[in-house]
């Protein structure tokens, strides 16, 4: 039933897309109304949560190392493991987000009869990880050619790459392969691994979903359903959605708008979901900070103005309590006004 919803939660977005824009008058709502409603939710909520992290007080290093710490200087430091110094975080973090690095050793376990646990490499994951986030970049990038007017060269360039091995008419390319087929392993992997599908949520399913029908569509209106598609058009009102001047035409087509509609839908899941670790990877202090607590102290600046409170002072402020427990203390009780009142007449007497 989680992949299952996800599932049908792309659909309806699709029907709506595609009813929608069949009613005169409401392509300029899903080719206008909604690219910008979408950014600016968008922006300011992937803004949000960054400045939220930011806040966040962490006022010790609470790193993740598995390398030697820097210490004697016949000890080895292991500097990417280990980081000691701002240009070493630089370098692993570099590593982390340019090559996931963390996920290249990832491990996985299987238990056998015996019982017997065995720990084996995980390449696949890392590389199908790889596939698919740097498909996602370079499509991201060849789509800037809609906005821009003219084109930067490279982007013309990076588009060439992209199909210089002329697969069909007009030439496919390899990152819109790359990209379905990273989703594609990335959502078999959470459905056939038991212990992954055990800890899938239908929001790990819906982004892969969601993902795989933006660039089905995509290869659709490229490779499929051209006829039924203006270009020209599609690029007037790119240029208009940048320059704030959007024009539409009628005969962009449905199928644009459904991709469009689903383009929008996952920028404005993005900030509230597990996509976030595009800005949360920077932001976290497992990565990002150095291991030098042995040379340098750190005061939490968080704590409270505790003022000293001496034992004369605490029995002062719990004496009764202590003395309703049998608790000893160095001065006795002071008794209630009333009979301190009675017991005044008996002193003067005597």
């Known amino acids: 039933m989680k992949y299952a919803f996800s599932f049908l939660a792309v659909i309806a977005l699709i029907l709506i897309a595609w009813l929608g824009s069949l009613i005169p008058g409401m392509q300029y709502f899903f080719g206008v109304a909604v690219p910008y409603l979408a950014v600016l939710v968008f922006l300011g909520g992937f803004i949000y949560r960054v400045v939220q992290w930011a806040k966040s007080p962490v006022p010790f290093p609470i790193q993740t190392t598995c390398g030697q ?11 990417l493991e280990s980081p000691d110094t701002s240009g070493q975080v630089v370098g692993r973090m570099a590593l982390e987000v340019l090559l ?10 299987e238990l056998y009869d015996g019982p017997k646990i065995t720990y084996e490499s995980s390449k696949w994951l890392w590389l199908f990880a790889l596939l698919f986030h740097y498909s996602f970049l370079v499509v991201i990038i060849r789509h800037m050619r809609m906005f821009l007017n003219p084109v930067p060269a490279l982007i013309g360039y990076l588009d060439w ?8 008419t007009p030439a496919m390319y390899m990152t819109t392969a790359g990209l379905l087929t990273g989703v594609l392993y990335l959502f078999g992997r959470r459905l056939f691994n038991r212990h992954v ?5 239908a ?3 819906f982004p892969l979903v969601l993902i795989f029908s933006i660039a089905a569509t995509g290869a659709l209106m490229r490779h499929f359903l051209r006829d039924g598609i203006d270009i020209v058009a599609i690029k007037e009102l790119a240029v208009g959605l940048v320059t704030f001047h959007p024009t539409i035409s009628a005969d962009i087509g449905s199928i644009f708008y459904i991709h469009l509609f ?3 839908t996952l920028l404005v899941y993005f900030p509230f979901s597990k996509l976030m670790h595009l800005g949360g990877v920077f932001m976290s202090p497992t990565r990002n900070l150095k291991n030098n607590s042995r040379a340098v102290r750190y005061i939490n600046p968080w704590n409270p103005d505790i003022k000293p409170h001496s034992y004369a002072a605490y029995e002062d402020e719990f004496r009764e309590f202590m003395v309703e427990a049998n608790i000893p203390v160095e001065k006795e009780l002071e008794p209630p006004p009333e009979e301190a009142a009675e017991a005044a007449p008996e002193k003067k007497e005597e």
Not at 101 to 108: A, G, H, V
Not at 197 to 201: H, V
């Open 203 to 205: 929001n790990d399913y």
């Open 161 to 168: 790459a992209d199909s210089m091995f002329e697969i069909g």
């Open 100 to 109: 996931f690095r963390s996920l290249f050793r990832n491990t996985k376990s």
């Open 197 to 201: 599908r055990y800890l899938s949520l």
């Open 69 to 79: 710490g820097k210490s004697l200087d016949f000890i080895t430091h292991n500097k």
């Open 262 to 264: 689903l383009v929008c």
